[in-house]
């Protein structure tokens, strides 16, 4: 059960301590059903923490998207560590940037909330619209209820749950400093149902799904920023010379784009699906990413973001791998 | 100017006699997105909506736009062919002003030929916004949901009937090209309309004070409020090329074998790439000073140059940032910040 | 009479073995169809599944990648990082609708100028039974 008192005092505690630089975790957003992140330096401010089914954001992002300016001569780097709240889906993103070295495990405090699933933002408004106050929202018993200006409202989960999180593996935070209440059940089992759909049409029919998906797209590159497995500091999208993708929209530059960043994540992706959440045109990216995962799975029993001593998938090998497909 | 009454049952004659005289934009699905695509057949216009994903400002403007092609080893250049005469139906009165107030920085100190000229040959048609969205703020930056501000002719639903209002000689154009559909509208219609917009107007839930901001945001340069507000931005570029006001562009060259074209594109100036010299350099090293040009540049220094502030209240950047940075939210911090 | 289509395909090949076996096929007189264009890579595990994606763009028809057969690359490991990747990224490009036959790999090694053969032939035949790629090529349609 979300016990916020305890996650409030477990935050002001962090963030007292002299080795912490500051704590990630959510709060209430400016209307609506909106949540932001919420970075705390003083222990004041850890009022304004929450966690609800609002909390979509996967704040491990923040811990990539530091910006690593350079320091005036003669001063040190802050090397403090910097606490985050955790869902399960975002343990796994800081267990698979750990993995890669994309971070130091002292450099980062895990503080984790299990969750029993997260809503998805766009199935909420259109139950609930014109919203231009801030509304909050809980779990109860299998639910999840709605606090409006007209009084409460509760809704079965499978209403409004992120699909992600109706067949979610791991609820629980795979590895944490501080878990912060007892354990969730673990929900569904994902057997990649919307994926096979997709494969068992003709490729004509896939490249007509596709096409009118990537033409939408207007290269704003939020899936990219808001990934939190997107991290390399010199990105190959942003490359002008060699342009390797050209920045121009139409057809195919989108689809080198999109096949670029999926591929990126081949064997890396933890399906937090943020990619698809905040695409403002809608792109179904998951079922690109989930494709790749599922083939991952497949073919070399790998899954992401589960064992920090793992080796990442593509800077490793086995000799006896799959070559079925080669001449 | 003239006023006109367009009864429902015509309308599909009205639109099909429009899209025979110039090339018809409606708004339209895009996959999941709603962006307004030149009608064809059996394409379905979606009317019933707050406002588009992607404003008006692609067509004008679009994402990617040819200056002119070029061929390896020879020095003569082609520009692109002269446009055609287009009308866009259903511009909602904010995104209709928005390009109102680029007219002005794209006629600034050197005419712009390409977006001139396709502003010249293109006639927008309005509609009034009668269910206004969660985060529309029109009214707080001199809009309105009947403004006319930009648009050649405004629309507004009676229920039965549309109400037309011409603007400009391009809207008259259009009036007399289909005198066989329309009827005189009376002086209840145009009430009715007036009475619809001003409900409207009503509805619209936030907003903000609007006065003294542009004066104030040159001394808040420094203050901590860029980095608090900023601490969570992606950096992404869905608030500016979603912004129907932001007009920034890069320019790149593309080669295709031995072809060549220079084209535009948007650009956003909360991208790190944006500011970046070629000596590596970055006068806007983090995103916070990032953050701060935006919200500088809609609100202080196109006031400056142009007299008028650079954001009509569509709400885009709102509903759509990933993070709930709302500059809504930071326009009333800079308000308290500079008493 | 409507000429037939000749597809053009890419082909890169690791310096070690591929590119040696294709020699070795040209040296010993084997014919083999000239459809190919040759880019020539010190092993299959410098190839960039971005090389795929922009040989596509750029107007192949068919891709082809051919290095050594496992346990014999020369950089001891090259080939194996390349198994994983193509592996991967040939799924994604035929979920995203590519056509299967558009996109090949094959272990030649420097003696095996027959097998060249037999790869290419089989590569070309698939590329034409395609037809020309025409899903995201670039193209001045749009200029």
Redesign the interface.
Same mark, same amino acid.
């Given at each position: 059960m979300v016990d916020l008192e305890k996650l409030k005092t477990a935050a002001r505690e962090t963030v007292s301590r002299d080795d912490v630089k500051y704590l990630i975790g959510w709060r209430q957003g400016t209307y609506g059903f909106r949540v932001s992140p919420h970075f705390v330096k003083e222990p004041e401010e850890a009022e304004k923490l929450i966690f609800s089914p609002l909390c979509t954001n996967n704040l491990a992002t923040y811990l990539v998207l530091t910006e690593r300016l350079p320091l005036p001569r003669g001063e040190q780097p802050d090397s403090r560590k910097v606490a985050l709240m955790v869902k399960g889906c975002d343990s796994r993103a800081v267990v698979q940037q750990l993995i890669e070295q994309g971070i130091k495990r002292e450099s980062v405090l895990i503080i984790g909330c299990p969750c029993e699933g997260v809503i998805d933002l766009k199935k909420v408004e259109e139950k609930f619209p014109h919203l231009p106050g801030p509304a909050q929202a809980r779990w109860s018993n299998g639910n999840i209820v709605f606090h409006l200006p007209d009084g409460d409202k509760e809704v079965p989960k499978g209403e409004v749950l992120a699909a992600k999180c109706l067949s979610c593996r791991y609820p629980n935070p795979v590895m944490t400093d501080l878990m912060l209440w007892e354990e969730v059940q673990t929900r569904g089992n994902d057997e990649y149902d919307d994926i096979t759909e997709l494969e068992a049409k003709s490729p004509q029919e896939r490249w007509l799904f596709w096409e009118d998906k990537f033409s939408s797209c207007i290269r704003c590159y939020s899936c990219r920023n808001v990934c939190p497995m997107c991290y390399c500091e010199d990105c190959v999208l942003d490359r002008l010379n060699p342009a390797w993708v050209f920045r121009s929209n139409n057809i195919s530059e989108n689809t080198a784009f999109h096949l670029a960043r999926a591929f990126h994540l081949a064997g890396r992706c933890i399906e937090c699906g943020e990619c698809e959440r905040v695409c403002p045109v809608g792109i179904p990216l998951m079922k690109l990413n989930r494709k790749l995962a599922k083939e991952v799975k497949e073919k070399y029993e790998y899954i992401p973001g589960l064992d920090p001593e793992s080796k990442p998938l593509q800077s490793s090998y086995r000799p006896d791998d799959k070559e079925d497909f080669i001449l | 100017m003239d006023t006109k009454k367009l009864s429902k049952d015509k309308f599909g004659d009205f639109m099909a006699i429009l899209s025979r005289q110039k090339k018809l934009y409606v708004p339209q699905k /895009?996959?999941?997105?709603l962006?307004f695509a030149p009608v064809t057949a059996g394409s379905q216009p979606d009317l019933a909506f707050p406002n588009t994903?992607?404003p008006p400002k692609s067509v004008l403007f679009p994402?990617?736009e040819?200056l002119y092609?070029f061929e390896q080893g020879n020095t003569d250049m082609s520009l $692109?062919g002269e446009g055609e005469e287009r009308v866009l139906f259903g511009v909602r009165p904010c995104d209709a002003r928005a390009m109102a107030i680029v007219d002005s920085l794209f006629s600034w100190d050197v005419d712009d030929p390409y977006y001139l000229t396709r502003r010249e040959q293109t006639t927008l048609l309005g509609l009034s916004c009668l269910e206004p969205?969660?985060?529309c703020f029109c009214t707080s930056v001199g809009g309105g949901p009947a403004s006319t501000e930009g648009l050649d002719m405004l629309l507004t639903d009676l229920g039965e009937a549309f109400l037309l209002q011409t603007v400009t000689e391009k809207g008259e154009k259009i009036i007399q090209s289909v005198p066989e559909l329309l009827e005189e509208a009376t002086a209840e219609d145009l009430k009715a309309a007036e009475k619809l917009s001003q409900e409207a107007a009503v509805r619209i839930?936030?907003g903000i004070d609007t006065d003294g901001i542009p004066e104030k945001l040159p001394g808040l340069w420094e203050n901590p409020l860029w980095k608090d507000f900023s601490?969570?931005c *992606?950096?992404?570029?869905?608030c500016t +090329?979603?912004c129907p006001t932001c007009h920034c562009f890069?320019i790149?060259d593309?080669m295709?074998g031995f /072809?060549g074209?220079r084209?535009r594109?948007?650009d956003?100036c909360m +991208?790190s790439?944006y500011t970046l010299h070629a000596s590596g350099h970055n006068p806007r $090293?983090?995103?916070h000073e990032r953050t701060r040009n935006r919200v500088n540049h809609k609100y202080s220094y196109f006031v400056k140059n142009f007299g008028t502030i650079a954001c009509v209240g569509c709400g885009r950047c709102?509903n *759509?940032c990933?993070?709930?940075?709302?500059i *809504?939210?930071i326009l009333s911090q800079v308000v308290k910040e500079a008493i | 009479m409507k000429e037939q289509f000749e597809p053009n395909v890419v082909a890169f090949l690791c310096n070690w073995c591929s590119y040696a076996g294709a020699d070795l096929a040209g040296t010993s007189r084997i014919q083999y169809p000239s459809n190919l264009n040759v880019i020539r890579v010190m092993c299959s595990g410098r190839v960039n599944p971005l090389f795929v994606v922009n040989a596509l763009q750029q107007g192949a028809d068919g891709v082809l990648i051919s290095g050594c057969h496992p346990g014999d690359c020369h950089y001891m490991e090259g080939n194996f990082y390349a198994r994983r990747r193509f592996a991967l990224m040939k799924e994604l490009l035929e979920y995203v609708g590519v056509d299967a036959r558009r996109f090949n790999m094959s272990w030649v090694s420097a003696s095996e100028g027959s097998k060249w053969k037999d790869v290419v032939q089989g590569v070309v035949e698939k590329a034409k039974e395609a037809g020309p790629f025409e899903q995201f090529r670039r193209n001045k349609i749009n200029w």
């Open positions: - | /895009e996959g999941e997105s962006r994903t992607v994402q990617t040819t092609q $692109p969205g969660t985060n839930a936030r601490e969570s *992606l950096g992404c570029g869905i +090329f979603l890069d790149q593309e295709e /072809e074209r084209c594109m948007w956003s +991208f790439e $090293p983090s995103r709102i *759509l990933p993070v709930n940075i709302d *809504l939210n | -």
